[in-house]
């Protein structure tokens, strides 16, 4: 997208955007500039810290960081940033996400974390959230976020069951 992006999405590896994905849909869906990139906390810590560093000074306003087993990437972008981080929990080991979920969720006082829920149902929240974060400062977005609520509530009204 043209405009300076306001959301950073940040994955530990390519193999997350599966998950990823779904907050992408979300954003564009809301007309929310972003922009992704895969940065891990233990493989380019240099360079996340950099990326990190740099976007908040070119106007990020939220950070969503996905990543799977001990997923430290949302705690680390966390310890550089005072915008709010909010972390997705990939399933990338036998553990199935709860390794990356409490890696996540259980960061130590001081330096939070908003965590989402494990997959693309956290991922789609975390830019759900997002949205809502910048609403508050976005009479338009607030508008469109708004209508985005109406029409998933108009699509349970709609359901019908099989005689
Ligand atoms: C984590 O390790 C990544 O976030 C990913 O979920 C997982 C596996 O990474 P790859 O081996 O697919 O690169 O750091």
């Known amino acids: 997208m043209s405009e300076h992006p306001l959301v950073g999405i940040v994955m530990g ?8 994905s779904a907050a992408v849909e979300i954003l564009r869906t809301l007309e929310i500039p972003y922009e992704a990139r895969v940065l891990s906390a233990h493989r380019t810590p240099d360079q996340l810290v950099a990326y990190v560093e740099a976007a908040q000074s070119n106007g990020m306003r939220v950070f969503i960081a996905g990543a799977g087993g001990a997923a430290h990437l949302a705690g ?3 310890s550089k940033t005072l915008l709010p981080v909010l972390g997705v929990p990939v399933v990338a080991t036998p553990l199935n996400g709860m390794d990356s979920l409490l890696s996540i969720v259980q960061m130590p006082r ?15 929240n975390a830019a759900l959230l997002a949205a809502a974060i910048l609403a508050g400062t976005d009479a338009a977005l607030y508008k469109r976020l708004a209508a985005w609520r109406a029409a998933r509530a108009a699509e349970v009204l709609a359901q019908e069951l099989p005689e």
Do not use: C, R
């Not at 590896?13 to 990823?20: H, I, R």
């Open 13 to 20: 590896s390519k193999s997350d955007y599966e998950v990823l």
């Open 110 to 124: 001081g330096i939070p974390v908003g965590t989402l829920a494990i997959g693309k149902p956290g991922a789609a």
């Open 76 to 78: 680390v972008i966390a």
